[in-house]
Nanobody, 122 residues
Framework: QVHLEESGGELVQPGGSLRLSCASS????????MAWYRQAPGKQRELVAS????????SYSDSVKDRFTISRDNAKNILYLQINSLKAEDTAVYYC???????????????WGKGTLVTVSS
């Protein structure tokens, strides 16, 4: 049974940094493409960053490019999201996801954690 558990979210001031973690179990982690999504209050869940199974390639949404870095440790079965220069609009619940790449695009599979809340406020 696949289990994803996010952690690391907290209240942070604008301009601050956070590192989110996602511990995965029950799947072949080193063969899984993975991603981070977020859902702000009243908005749809959006893809912010995705990464290949090896970690050799990552993709970012325009809204987070140059501020967010997705990475993974295949020895520990952990996915990370480094978030820098946080803005109020980054406030959201952040979820990790297992998926696959097709035709250059990340596609989500129905495996989600419960999410971790990031609140950016002074």
């Amino acid at each position: 049974q696949v289990h994803l558990e996010e952690s690391g979210g907290e209240l942070v001031q604008p301009g601050g940094s956070l590192r989110l973690s996602c511990a995965s179990s029950g799947s072949n982690f080193n063969m899984d493409a993975m991603a981070w999504y977020r859902q702000a209050p009243g908005k749809q869940r959006e893809l912010v960053a995705s990464i290949t199974s090896s970690g050799s390639y990552a993709s970012y949404s325009d809204s987070v490019k140059d501020r967010f870095t997705i990475s993974r440790d295949n020895a520990k079965n952990i996915l990370y999201l480094q978030i820098n220069s946080l803005k109020a609009e980054d406030t959201a619940v952040y979820y990790c996801n297992i998926g696959y790449w097709a035709s250059g695009y990340y596609n989500a599979l129905p495996y989600w954690g419960k999410g971790t809340l990031v609140t950016v406020s002074s």
